[in-house]
């Protein structure tokens, strides 16, 4: 099983990005998906989370109304849209698996992590 996400880079203040998360190995269309992130020295946290048919999604505070994610199941596929791009958004993110239909914001309810990419935002 393995989840590549892909999108990340470097962005000024105010731009957008926007990550994509395939999985590949198993379906996951039974499972909810998210989002997690790590700052520099910053412990891990959830980003945004996605129900396992796309009808229920939930943002951090930190990220809501700045950023999306959506999913596509025919493809095995999630997103993060990311715009009002912040310098505390810099850090590595991570796509996740949950091990149930909805995802959790913790990271004990992940069944499966992807490799990171790597975001940075300048002032």
């Known amino acids: 099983v393995q989840l590549q996400a892909s999108g990340g880079g470097l962005v000024q203040a105010g731009g957008s990005l926007r990550l994509s998360c395939a999985a590949s190995g198993r379906r996951f269309s039974n499972n909810g998906m998210g989002w997690f992130r790590q700052g520099p020295e910053k412990e891990r946290e959830f980003v945004a989370g996605?129900?396992?048919?796309?009808?229920?999604?939930n943002h951090a505070d930190s990220v809501k109304g700045r950023f999306t994610i959506s999913r596509d199941r025919s493809k095995n596929t999630i997103y993060l849209q990311m715009t009002m791009l912040k310098p505390e958004d810099t850090a590595t993110y991570y796509c996740a698996a949950a091990r149930r239909a909805y995802m959790g914001t913790a990271a004990e309810d992940v069944a499966y992590w992807g490799q990171g990419t790597q975001v940075t935002v300048s002032s």
């Open positions: 996605i129900g396992w048919n796309g009808d229920y999604a």
